[in-house]
């Protein structure tokens, strides 16, 4: 209540109206420094601003300015600051227009449906959404779920939205969107086409009465049984349970993947009991719902050594993303990144008949192309973003690819409509593991599965460097540091450009190493992650570019410099299994 509470209403400039208890208003004249006061009778508040009917409560100005702020960082989602100071400020009135804007740009007066994940400003946003789109609140809902809802044949669903910030962290909120005239979520240009739409409403402020149409009960019901129906598929087993025998601890960190213990896993016979922050809180107490964040790998890979688990599921706050943990192997070991890659892939050709394109991103490593080639397969090497690996794959010819994986553990499958799954592919990975142990021992473990034959490197970090004009930056920030990388490839004699650059500039470092350079999409930095296959590798690597950068030019150096001079603290070792499952050290953080 803070920042609401330092922002002049429209109705009594220098005050603001808020509804709160004695304990509230104590705790807040703290927090603020001056006293808040609790009139006898509040006032009222009729839900209009400017005439407006059901638009929500803030200024025009602060309106507007949140609207242009959120169309111009736009991407294949929204994303902002649930707090009306933040530069990137996402709020309720911000929603609101956007779901006007959503409606318009949809061009159809069929269904529109809004789902959420638990943080704790999702209700009102997602409130404020449906008011101006005239749209159906479904409460809880996960990604793959809402963009579902409108595939099928007989759907009466327009468009879909969720409301998430995916891994972020509480305070940020947004919106992913779906289309059924598209058969799948906008992408970026289609995104910034609604949120100009937005703004010129804001703008505009015509007089509207839109209203939200209700709720909708049972709205997971057809994806779960979906899901179960794909556990049962890969375990080739029309029995009722075949997962009985099976100990798997889910993690999905408090967001809205709890279900898949309950609903999905459980009622198949698995023992789900030894889970974790299955209950939604969008506090997120235990850590980000995050399967890349080390804390969340951490707690799963605690859990599932604690518990004797066989499998651990990591989900991201909106279920769009996953990762898994050996627990057959003493200490358990992650299965992300290249190891969650390869696993696909295997699965994936094999139910294609050993023939196929896979498309990830560019980060993968170096024996991620053998592996899949050793298996009839094409690995199309291809750009950071889910949208950007899904959209590719759709679109190869002769016929689509089988797949579109992210090392983030976004991925797609040909057989699910391409629809980002984290769910997905954690019940086709955990039902192909109940086949292979009703044919085998009975006790494999899903890195088994891989039969030891993905190369992976000894080392791997990723070093961020924060740029100081911000966002906008980036760009410029890249370009400086890809041509450190050229002239450094033009003077080394054992560093080569590779041939296939989709998506920032990759370089063979050596015959053991490799690195790439990307702008990010999200934060004010520039990264180099690199990845070598004899230990000091990844610092000699970092040392070697070191002398090629000039000071001054947009981004911090001094990561990369201490990247560079880890090897002289660091002894020779052999892999952890984080390292061998492409797990990173990281240098450096954006400012």
Not at 3 to 29: E, F, I, K, N, Q
Not at 173 to 183: E, P, V
Not at 289 to 312: F, L, Q, R
Request: net charge negative; with cysteine.
């Amino acid at each position: 209540l803070s920042p609401a509470l330092r922002l002049p209403s429209a109705a009594h400039p220098g005050r603001a109206h808020v509804v709160m208890g004695a304990d509230t208003a104590s705790y807040l004249d703290s927090t603020i420094g001056r006293p808040v006061v609790i009139p006898d009778v509040a006032p009222a508040y009729d839900g209009r601003v400017d005439g407006v009917a059901g638009a929500p409560a803030s200024t025009p100005d602060a309106t507007l300015a949140s609207l242009k702020a959120l169309a111009a960082a736009a991407k294949d989602d929204v994303r902002g600051i649930v707090d009306a100071g933040a530069p990137n400020a996402f709020l309720p009135d911000s929603a609101y227009w956007i779901g006007v804007a959503f409606r318009q740009w949809l061009g159809s007066s069929d269904r529109v449906a809004v789902g959420a994940d638990p943080r704790l400003s999702s209700p009102e946003i997602s409130d404020a959404f449906c008011r101006g789109a005239g749209a159906c609140n479904v409460g809880a809902g996960t990604t793959p779920v809402m963009l579902e809802s409108l595939l099928a044949p007989s759907s009466d669903i327009a468009g879909s939205v969720m409301v998430t910030a995916s891994h972020l962290p509480a305070e940020w909120n947004g919106l992913k969107f779906f289309a059924r005239s598209l058969g799948r979520g906008l992408n970026k240009k289609e995104v910034k086409e609604v949120m100009a739409l937005a703004v010129e409403l804001g703008e505009a402020r015509p007089p509207l009465e839109p209203k939200a149409v209700g709720g909708a009960d049972g709205f997971m019901v057809p994806y779960v049984e979906k899901l179960k129906g794909a556990v049962r598929a890969a375990a080739g087993s029309d029995d009722a349970t075949p997962l009985a025998g099976m100990k798997i601890c889910v993690n999905p960190g408090s967001g809205a993947g709890g279900f898949f213990a309950s609903e999905v896993l459980a009622p198949l016979g698995a023992d789900v009991s030894v889970s974790i922050n299955l209950a939604p809180d969008g506090n997120f107490p235990a850590h980000l719902p995050n399967p890349e964040d080390k804390a969340h790998v951490a707690a799963t890979i605690d859990a599932v050594a604690a518990s004797g688990a066989d499998v651990g599921v990591m989900l991201d706050t909106d279920v769009d993303r996953c990762g898994l943990i050996d627990g057959c192997l003493s200490p358990p070991e992650p299965v992300n990144r290249n190891r969650l890659i390869a696993l696909c892939a295997m699965d994936a050709l094999e139910a294609a008949g050993g023939a196929g394109v896979i498309v990830t991103d560019p980060v993968t490593s170096t024996g991620m192309g053998p592996f899949i080639e050793q298996r009839g397969g094409v690995h199309d090497r291809f750009q950071m973003g889910y949208r950007n690996v899904i959209d590719r794959a759709a679109e190869t010819t002769p016929e689509p690819a089988l797949l579109a994986i992210e090392t983030s553990g976004h991925s797609a499958w040909r057989d699910n409509a391409f629809v980002d799954d984290g769910c997905y592919t954690a019940a086709r990975l955990i039902g192909r593991l109940a086949r292979e142990r009703r044919a085998g021992s009975g006790s494999e473990g899903l890195l088994e599965l891989l039969g030891g034959t993905l190369e992976e490197p000894v080392e791997s970090i990723k070093v961020k460097m924060g740029v100081a004009a911000g966002l906008p930056g980036v760009p410029a920030a890249e370009e400086a540091l890809c041509a450190a990388l050229r002239r450094c490839a033009d003077a080394e004699p054992t560093w080569e450009i590779e041939k296939v650059n989709h998506d920032g500039l990759r370089c063979a470092a050596g015959p053991d190493g490799w690195l790439i350079i990307r702008g990010s999409l999200h934060e004010p930095s520039v990264s180099v992650q690199t990845e070598s296959d004899v230990a000091g590798g990844t610092a000699a690597i970092c040392a070697t570019l070191l002398k090629y950068v000039n000071e001054g030019e947009g981004f911090e150096v001094a990561p990369l410099a201490k990247a560079g001079s880890a090897a002289e603290a660091a002894p020779a070792a052999a892999p952890s299994g984080a390292a061998a499952a492409g797990g990173e050290a990281d240098f450096g953080a954006p400012p």
